[in-house]
């Protein structure tokens, strides 16, 4: 064999062996990101909780809409969540287990199905923004990329029914708290924008961010903010995430 060709075949050679070990390296990360993304939902929130939050609707003009809501949460499927303000809206709730919502009206017989992508506020948060579920359960670590202060994480969703395709989530090394989040339907369409702000504690001791805020490149000029002004962990029964409950959620702030 000639000097060229052994030359050749050993380049090919080490260019083989570096995309092995590539795709080791990638495989064995997906488990180390996994637990990263399980450690992000720990640190965001309690695995059951109640809190108070405020939504913020503000339009091009500057018009703002606010709603006042209190909320529970249970394990990594139950949210339920009651409409305090403004009076229009008040007694209303909303309630979402696993992949299923409804939305509860003072005064209609019956809860009515809602989707994920559906808003019950008409703002840019939807359905899925308001009643959000671990991040672990609804998604699984594509990618992972560690540089400077922040790791960037590409997740992407477990099921069709979930309300983003795929999420680029930058995560804060020293907090281990998303400061940034890209949502991105199945085309590739970025959808929205969101911004984790203001790392406080919100009462139970744990630093974690208070305001999210939102924009979208389909809608120039909007914003939404969701806004926590206090959260403590809290045992809750199942029987409360029930259909039957909804008429009732006030009794919880008794």
């Not at 984790?196 to 744990?206: A, P």
């Not at 208070?210 to 979208?216: G, H, K, N, R």
Request: glycine share 6%; proline share 5%.
């Amino acid at each position: 064999m000639s000097r060229g060709k052994v030359i050749r075949s050993l380049s090919m050679g080490l260019v083989l062996l570096a995309t092995i070990f590539s795709t080791h390296a990638f495989a064995a990360d997906l488990p180390q990101g996994d637990a990263l993304l399980k450690q992000i939902d720990k640190n965001l929130a309690p695995d059951s909780y109640e809190m108070y939050r405020k939504l913020i609707d503000i339009q091009p003009d500057g018009t703002r809409k606010e709603w006042l809501l209190y909320t529970v949460k249970k394990g990594a499927d139950k949210v339920l969540a009651l409409f305090l303000t403004p009076a229009s809206d008040k007694g209303r709730s909303t309630l979402r287990l696993a992949e299923n919502m409804w939305l509860y009206i003072p005064g209609v017989d019956k809860p009515i199905r809602i989707t994920s992508l559906q808003s019950v506020t008409g703002g840019l948060f939807n359905n899925a923004d308001i009643l959000r579920l671990d991040f672990s359960n609804e998604y699984s670590v594509e990618s992972m990329d560690s540089t400077g202060a922040e790791t960037l994480l590409v997740l992407k969703a477990k099921t069709n029914s979930v309300a983003y395709d795929q999420l680029k989530m930058w995560v804060n090394k020293q907090n281990v708290l998303p400061s940034k989040v890209e949502c991105y339907a199945a085309s590739g369409l970025l959808i929205k924008t969101l911004r984790f702000k203001d790392i406080k504690d919100l009462g139970d001791g744990v630093p974690r961010p208070a305001t999210v805020e939102t924009d979208s490149p389909l809608y120039k000029g909007y914003k939404s903010l969701m806004i926590w002004a206090a959260i403590k962990p809290r045992k809750l029964p199942d029987e409360i995430f029930t259909l039957n409950y909804m008429p009732r959620v006030q009794e919880l702030r008794r």
